[in-house]
């Protein structure tokens, strides 16, 4: 493995994108980062910054092209740009449901197809998809999030199989809480059915749509930093799983969903047999 990689960072202007790119390059790695609007905070000869609208698939070619021509090459990928959607199923409108789709599911599978045929003329290379424990379970006002974050889980998990023997590795970092805006200023809301009033403030804390949060507010959790560093040296490791999991509470969340899902087969006789 080079020791100094080309790395193609998506969603780059805050939060989780902007600690990878910071990571990256005190790493001694060339990044090429993209955003929607805001220039990136950060200032290196080794950044290159691409403007880039994730849910549209042409941009996302020539963002790859972009980090290809840089210097030739594309060692990472990493799918971070993406945002989450409250709104009880019931509530959400189709174009709310269209573009979360676009942004959070194929956005990444239009970056992971244009990069691959680089990775595969070069031998190697690594696509990491930001996932998070919405991957693996479900919630009440999170379904539209959670359907994008288990489609990329599903395509993510078939791509790794098809181009394993290519030298092309494939990470899904599942993460929990992180502290960053994502759930605060960065969410957004359908128009709320007050016949889930009741409930949303149950699951949720607050009826109130969108839920007050102070400027600059942050949900809470592991720092993106600590997070960034995770996946740089799991990117560095000569091997490692599937699906990384990471930041406070993801290994307890994903523990009890597993569980709660192995006792929703377990009452099934076919599920009953196996297990006698």
Not at 123 to 146: C, D, E, K, R, W
Request: hydrophobic content about 40%.
């Amino acid at each position: 493995m080079r020791t100094t990689q080309t790395w193609l960072i998506t969603g780059a202007s805050s939060g989780l994108g902007l600690a990878l790119t910071q990571q990256a390059l005190a790493a001694g790695h060339h990044v090429v980062a993209t955003t929607r609007k805001e220039a990136l905070p950060v200032e290196d000869p080794r950044l290159t910054v691409v403007r880039l609208d994730p849910a549209d698939r042409e941009e996302c070619r020539h963002a790859v092209e972009e980090a290809c021509r840089v210097t030739g090459r594309l060692d990472v990928l990493v799918n971070n740009a993406g945002y989450g959607l409250v709104g009880a199923v019931e509530e959400i409108s189709e174009a709310e449901a269209r573009a979360i789709v676009d942004v959070d599911l194929f956005g990444p599978m239009w970056m992971t197809q244009a990069a691959l045929p680089i990775m595969r003329r070069q031998g190697h290379g690594h696509v990491v998809q930001i996932s998070s424990t919405g991957g693996v379970g479900a919630m009440p006002f999170l379904g539209l999030y959670n359907a994008a974050k288990w489609g990329l889980e599903g395509f993510s998990e078939a791509l790794a199989a098809e181009v394993q023997s290519m030298g092309i590795r494939v990470t899904l970092a599942e993460i929990g809480a992180m502290d960053t805006q994502w759930a605060t200023s960065g969410m957004r809301f359908s128009e709320p059915n007050s016949d889930y009033d009741e409930l949303r403030e149950q699951v949720l804390g607050t009826a109130t749509v969108p839920w007050p949060s102070e400027p600059g507010a942050t949900g809470g959790g592991t720092a993106p930093d600590e997070i960034a560093r995770s996946i740089l040296a799991h990117v560095a490791a000569e091997s490692g799983p599937l699906r990384l999991v990471l930041g406070d509470g993801a290994a307890d969340q994903i523990t009890t969903v597993l569980e709660r899902r192995r006792q929703d087969y377990s009452t099934q006789p076919g599920f009953q047999r196996t297990q006698n």
